[in-house]
């Protein structure tokens, strides 16, 4: 057995064992949800898919060192609830940290609640107008998407 297929086959029990433990989020909505409430779910699964998992990040190993993935875990979260999850990458961390300058800059489980919880608000403050650029889009969708333009713009200057 090749090594893809080894990172393969752990990266989908990851996944399956992620899937079972949002089986109670499947139907939220960042708009609605109490993040509070979910924040120890959020952070384990977040924690399980980035590689920061204590429990075990031998799926994020490379030869000896661990490859940690705070994007790919986001993404990972958010093709698995839509509704809930937004995606951060670079351009994303970088609006938050503009417009969020409170918000660590440090890939963690901590800082990705902290990034929702300032979606959940924008989101909520911003409804309507963003419900225009929705079409068939997640909300949680609309607002990565949008704060990925403001991160990309900020980078530019």
């Not at 996944?15 to 109490?34: F, H, K, P, W, Y």
């Not at 920061?52 to 661990?66: C, N």
């Not at 890939?107 to 929702?116: C, F, I, N, P, V």
């Not at 608000?121 to 929705?134: F, N, P, S, T, V």
Request: aromatic share 8%; with cysteine.
């Amino acid at each position: 057995v090749d090594r893809r297929s080894k990172w393969t086959k752990r990266f989908q029990q990851r996944v399956e064992i992620v899937t079972d433990v949002l089986r109670g989020l499947t139907e939220a909505s960042l708009v609605t949800v109490n993040l509070e409430t979910h924040r120890e779910t959020i952070s384990d699964c977040y924690e399980l898919l980035s590689g920061a998992s204590k429990v075990d990040s031998s799926i994020w190993r490379k030869g000896d060192r661990i490859v940690k993935s705070p994007v790919g875990a986001t993404k990972v979260l958010h093709w698995l609830v839509p509704e809930l999850f937004i995606m951060v990458d670079a351009n994303v961390r970088r609006a938050f940290k503009h417009y969020y300058p409170e918000i660590s800059g440090k890939d963690s489980a901590g800082t990705y609640l902290e990034q929702m919880q300032a979606a959940q608000r924008e989101i909520r403050e911003l409804g309507d107008e963003l419900q225009l650029l929705r079409g068939d889009l997640p909300l949680a969708r609309v607002f990565d998407k949008v704060a990925f333009m403001v991160g990309k713009r900020i980078g530019e200057r």
